[in-house]
């Protein structure tokens, strides 16, 4: 797979995912991802990004400001 910016090459590696939300900051860490390695772009796949979807809409109900956690494959 080729970065669809800029046509580099995709290794795969664990970045920082961070929410910025209305009434919190939500930072999601070790999450797997496909990074560039000309341009630094990353790409989540599909499974990852819906997970992160959950994890964010599941602690921005209960987060006040910040968050801080571990990317987890399943629900806790
Ligand atoms: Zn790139």
Redesign the pocket.
């Known amino acids: 797979m080729?970065?669809?910016?800029?046509?580099?090459s995709?290794e795969e590696g664990v970045t920082s995912h961070v929410v910025t939300l209305e009434k919190c900051i939500i930072i999601v860490k070790n999450v797997p991802c496909l990074k560039?390695?000309?341009?630094?772009?990353t790409f989540f796949e599909d499974s990852v990004a819906e997970r992160l979807e959950e994890i964010v809409s599941t602690l921005q109900t209960v987060v006040t400001e910040i968050a801080v956690v571990e990317f987890t494959r399943s629900a806790a």
């Open positions: 080729n970065c669809f910016f800029c046509g580099g995709m560039c390695g000309q341009c630094g772009e």
